[in-house]
């Protein structure tokens, strides 16, 4: 990519098929139809999802002496998300067309008298606003009492939980704690593919500081964060950090910044980086009574941490690296497509394919498959012809592909396929391991 990137909106139904075709994404529900906005990790996706979460849960909190895991519950009762805002705020402006019944987000609208469904001009009711969180109820009752919500960030479980890490994990600020999980939000505008949808996964982590020290660690996250996508093998010239202006801060926040990507539809948010200050914290001391705060013994003082926050998300991340390693290139006079997926995010690290489908390298491929599958995720392919099946495996980024062949039987050797340059090596059986964990680490 030259540093004038710009998108390239072809690219969004090529990764949209690519998807549903080789087993990345599918459409929800789709045997009834298909559920609006809402999609199924297949045998390829899931193992690309998972494989963001760990890249993130590694850097977040097994690199890290200060900062901690957490797995809170999705079902949380209203008092959370009145102490959190998100009761009286989380919501958008709707409009109503009162010529098709149309209903649009009013602030999306390039004009807000014009209804972009039918064309017609002052037909809008009043805009009312409608909160984005799903409600349901706990146990057998349909009572207001018995109303439950459906997280819409994974973030007020780090804080409600702030207490109870502090006093089992003998961590003092500056310290963290990290989740990730699934979210909902009962999204008016949802699309872009798995950009934005109603359930979807976060990487969240609250970081508990000294108010002096908050400037210093909202700098030291940005920064991290971004180097995190860079280290992932994104391109740089297709990722950045973009400060938010003073009025588009919450109230609370002294600074905000995103990371945004080039999507095909242009610039968008893939995470947040937020000096929260010390509004969550405070918030949930005063509603449920509870003292949250830290007391330095060394310098004698008791005060409420501030909080930084980066805030992504999982799912359209995956979306944004399967995206960004997608490439086609003419070999031979054919087109190639090949996923550049950096090595730990690619679904499968190693194929194993017989060059027959002859019984007699069946036990040798086996042996192999067996000798690998321990440490990595190794697929299994003995059907069609060697150079579609190194197609296939291009197609979905595995970086090496090992074949059997008839010579395998008496020299004990393979060869090894690499993915970007097509090279060649032949190794023996009992370097392979060693070869592989080389070029894999
Ligand atoms: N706790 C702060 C928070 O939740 P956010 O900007 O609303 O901040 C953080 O969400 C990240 O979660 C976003 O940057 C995005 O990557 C992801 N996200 C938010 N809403 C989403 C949706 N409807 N679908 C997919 N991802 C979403």
Redesign the pocket.
């Known amino acids: 990519m030259s540093e004038t990137a710009s998108p390239d909106p072809e690219l969004f139904d090529k990764i949209v098929n690519l998807s549903k075709r080789r087993g990345f994404v599918f459409q929800s529900a789709e045997i009834y139809g298909g559920f609006r906005s809402t999609y199924d990790y297949g045998p390829l996706g899931v193992l690309l999802l998972r494989n963001v979460k760990d890249a993130w849960w590694r850097s977040m909190v097994q690199e890290r002496h200060d900062v901690v895991g957490l797995d809170a519950s999705i079902l949380s009762p209203p008092q959370v998300w009145q102490a959190s805002g998100h009761l009286a705020n989380f919501s958008d402006p709707l409009v109503d067309c009162t010529n098709c019944n149309a209903r649009h987000r009013l602030d999306k609208l390039d004009d807000p008298n014009v209804c972009p469904t039918c064309g017609s001009e002052g037909t809008f009711t009043e805009a009312r606003e409608f909160n984005l969180m799903f409600k349901t109820h706990a146990g057998p009752v349909t009572e207001t009492a018995a109303e439950v919500y459906l997280r819409p ?3 007020q479980g780090m804080f409600i939980n702030f207490a109870n890490v502090l006093n089992t994990s003998r961590k003092r600020p500056p310290f963290g704690i990290a989740q990730i999980g699934k ?1 909902f ?1 009962n ?1 008016i505008t ?1 699309g872009n593919f ?5 359930e ?1 996964e ?1 990487m ?1 982590m609250e970081f508990f500081v000294p108010p002096a020290e908050s400037q210093e660690w909202y700098e030291y996250w940005c920064q991290t964060r971004m180097d995190w996508y860079l280290d992932l093998g994104m391109d740089p010239a297709k990722i950045k950090l973009r400060a938010h202006d003073d009025d588009e801060l919450s109230h609370y926040s002294s600074g905000t910044s ?1 990371v945004e990507y080039l999507f095909p539809w242009g610039w968008d ?4 980086i ?1 000096n929260r200050g010390d509004f969550d914290l405070t918030q949930h001391a005063t509603h449920s009574g509870e003292k949250l705060d830290f007391f330095d013994q060394a310098n004698n003082e008791r005060y409420v941490p501030h909080v930084i ?1 980066p ?3 999982a ?3 995956a979306m944004a690296f399967l995206m960004d390693a997608y490439d086609e290139e003419v070999v031979n006079g054919d087109t190639r497509t090949v996923l550049r997926l950096d090595h730990r995010l690619a679904p499968y690290k190693i194929a194993v394919l017989p060059l027959s489908k002859k019984d007699t390298l069946t036990p040798t491929a086996m042996e192999v498959f067996d000798s690998l599958k321990r440490r990595w995720m190794v697929d299994y392919d003995e059907t069609q012809s060697i150079g579609k099946r190194y197609a296939r495996q291009d197609e979905v980024g595995t970086p090496y592909c090992v074949t059997v062949d008839f010579d395998t039987l008496d020299d004990r050797a393979v060869t090894v396929r690499e993915r970007d340059t097509r090279e060649q090596d032949r190794v023996s059986l009992d370097q392979l391991e060693g070869y592989l964990a080389e070029r894999l680490s």
């Open positions: 960030e994974t973030a979210s939000r999204e949802p798995v950009f934005r949808t109603r979807f976060q969240e995103d948010e893939l995470e947040g937020a926050e805030a992504a998300g799912t359209r991340t």
